[in-house]
């Protein structure tokens, strides 16, 4: 009976896995890079490009044998938008416009304007903004904004159009780019690392094992 338990408790053990420690590189098309690098010490560095895309991190990882587990240190200091100046402009319908804390126009800004009816007008910006033509008695209640590719959303604003049509609201980009892995878990499998969030599934292989075996 002891030969047999010893047995079970062994074929039930969990398969070793190798150490995750070392570099991984990106599996992607040729417009998208990325690398993780899993260092003694239990600090990590990772670093993507994706077309317009770059985002970065540097931190703590950990890792039970099965999943490796990755922290920003220090703590990103998300990117928030703001309301800005309201003024009416007489040649449009509405008009809004996303600009730096330095008052540049920033364009690619994703927004949904909700109506008092219901309706609801969606696009992005450009530098210059965004206006809708005249024309309706619709009357704007709401707004949204969106940045998909820096998983950034805002939270929802009221709009007042008895104190003016054209809209302005600041992004104040903070540490846009600097990614907050808090809470973000990969999967460990052989010679791999698979990260699931926004982006969707990204893997990276392992690449520094040939030139560790030919040392």
Request: without cysteine; charged residues 20%; glycine residues 12%.
């Amino acid at each position: 009976m002891t030969m047999l338990l010893a047995a079970l408790l062994l074929a039930a053990a969990p398969a070793a896995t190798e150490p995750p420690l070392g570099r991984y590189r990106l599996q992607g098309g040729p417009d998208t890079v990325g690398e993780l690098d899993l260092q003694p010490g239990g600090h990590f560095e990772y670093g993507l490009s994706a077309g317009a895309l770059d985002e970065g991190a540097q931190g703590d990882w950990t890792s039970d044998g099965r999943v490796v587990r990755l922290t920003t240190r220090p703590t990103p200091h998300p990117p928030v938008f703001s309301a800005g100046a309201q003024n009416r402009d007489p040649a449009v319908a509405l008009s809004l416009k996303i600009v730096a804390p330095d008052g540049y126009g920033i364009a690619g800004v994703d927004f949904r304007i909700g109506f008092t009816d219901g309706s609801v007008e969606q696009g992005y910006t450009q530098d210059y903004g965004w206006s809708l033509a005249r024309g309706g008695a619709r009357k704007p209640a709401w707004i949204e904004m969106a940045v998909p590719m820096h998983e950034l959303v805002s939270p929802r604003f009221a709009l007042d159009p008895a104190a003016g049509n054209a809209f302005t609201f600041v992004l104040t980009p903070n540490d846009l780019g600097l990614v907050d892995f808090e809470g973000v878990v990969l999967d460990l499998v052989p010679g791999k690392l698979v990260m699931h969030r926004g982006l969707g599934e990204l893997v990276f292989v392992r690449s520094d094992r040939d030139s560790n075996e030919s040392h």
